[in-house]
């Protein structure tokens, strides 16, 4: 017998403060401050700042100590946060060839213009727990170079480009109005721009997958990492009084632009396409998914078949959001009291239908036997 649970706000209240007793945790212990969870968690705070869609690393992670950890609850509460903040105009393109990298590689080319810098990266560790990182150590101070903010790192599809063996990397209509998901629903077909938009603050798990699908045969790609460039580049707004663009400060964006061969159609010679990638932070796994998840959503452009997940728009981009995702199916834990009942009763009814027409049935087939 379904018995309904009845609740109040001195419950909920009481939850509330339970919530923060597992939130503070051991009170023997200090306290965590929003200085190490933004200098020794980065990587986590730089995931919240990209899926909120807020560069702001002191809210992230005061969003993720709200959240106890949680990834998902601190996006969510960045992304409320965000909704209050006031809009005041876009910035200009961010300009990533002059980026100051701190990490910069290619999978393509190995010789490049400027250098590959390796930076911090997991890529060459044994994934062997260290247990020296449960006391209090020494870490030596890091070798760095002099970074030069006037000295420009061309891309490597640029390189590519030079020989036109990869497509243009289009050239934006000055007159054209900048898409805004955060401010208008999204509508399909959906225009690149927004397609990036709701990738770079798509959910990373969901993104990998499917750009995981598309490497192993959802979808005829057959990728390369042109390059990946972690770095600091400038954001530069234009004033409309002073009627020229200036610096508001810099932040940190990874970019990955992913190189697939394509055999040409009537209309184009064959050629190198491209799949992109920027998202905030520090955030590799990200930006190659989305890159990869970028181009197999331009199936379109190039004449391919849609034959995988990866390449219908409505489906990836409509499931990619993790707050909502989160939303819709977290919300099946609250109160269903009334339309659980409905179909109880509906069940209920339709077994004792089935029970009837079964027992009507065996009584028609003994009365044919006699």
């Not at 601190?74 to 990490?103: N, Q, V």
């Not at 940190?252 to 209309?267: D, I, L, P, R």
Request: hydrophobic share 35%; net charge negative; proline share 5%.
């Amino acid at each position: 017998m379904y018995v309904a649970v009845k609740g109040g706000e001195t419950a909920i209240r009481n939850a509330h403060r339970q919530l923060a007793d597992k939130r503070r945790g051991d009170r023997t212990l200090p306290d965590i401050t929003l200085e190490q969870i933004t200098s020794q968690l980065s990587l986590a705070v730089d995931r919240v700042m990209a899926e909120g869609s807020l560069y702001d690393r002191d809210l992230a992670a005061l969003a993720l100590k709200q959240a106890r950890g949680d990834m998902i609850e601190a996006i969510f509460l960045l992304r409320a946060y965000r909704t209050t903040a006031p809009r005041f105009g876009f910035s200009e393109p961010l300009d990533t060839a002059k980026m100051i990298a701190e990490r910069r590689i290619s999978a393509t080319f190995k010789d490049l213009p400027g250098g590959q810098l390796l930076g911090p990266t997991f890529d060459y560790t044994h994934r062997l727990l260290d247990p020296s990182l449960g006391q209090d150590t020494d870490t030596p101070e890091p070798l760095r170079a002099e970074p030069d903010a006037e000295a420009a790192i061309p891309r490597v599809t640029d390189l590519l480009g030079h020989e036109g063996l990869i497509e243009g990397d289009g050239e934006p209509d000055p007159d054209a109005e900048v898409g805004d998901l955060t401010r208008e629903p999204l509508s399909f077909p959906a225009d690149r721009d927004l397609r990036l938009q709701a990738l770079a603050r798509g959910d990373e798990g969901f993104l990998l997958g499917l750009g995981y699908s598309t490497q192993r045969g959802y979808s005829r790609t057959h990728p390369f990492v042109g390059e990946i460039r972690v770095g600091e580049v400038e954001v530069e707004v234009e004033i409309p009084e002073l009627g020229f663009t200036v610096s508001i400060g810099r932040i940190q964006v990874t970019e990955c632009q992913m190189v697939t061969q394509f055999t040409g159609s009537a209309k184009a010679q064959p050629q190198f396409t491209r799949g992109y990638g920027l998202v905030f932070g520090h955030s590799e796994r990200k930006a190659m998914a989305m890159s990869l998840v970028d181009r197999a959503l331009r199936a379109d452009e190039f004449g391919e078949d849609r034959v995988a997940p990866a390449q219908d728009e409505e489906f990836v981009l409509s499931h990619s959001d993790n707050v909502q995702s989160t939303g819709f199916v977290e919300h099946l834990k609250l109160p269903h009291y009334v339309d659980f009942q409905a179909e109880l009763d509906l069940v209920r009814r339709m077994r004792a239908e089935h029970d009837a027409r079964l027992k009507t049935q065996a009584t028609g087939t003994q009365e044919a036997a006699e």
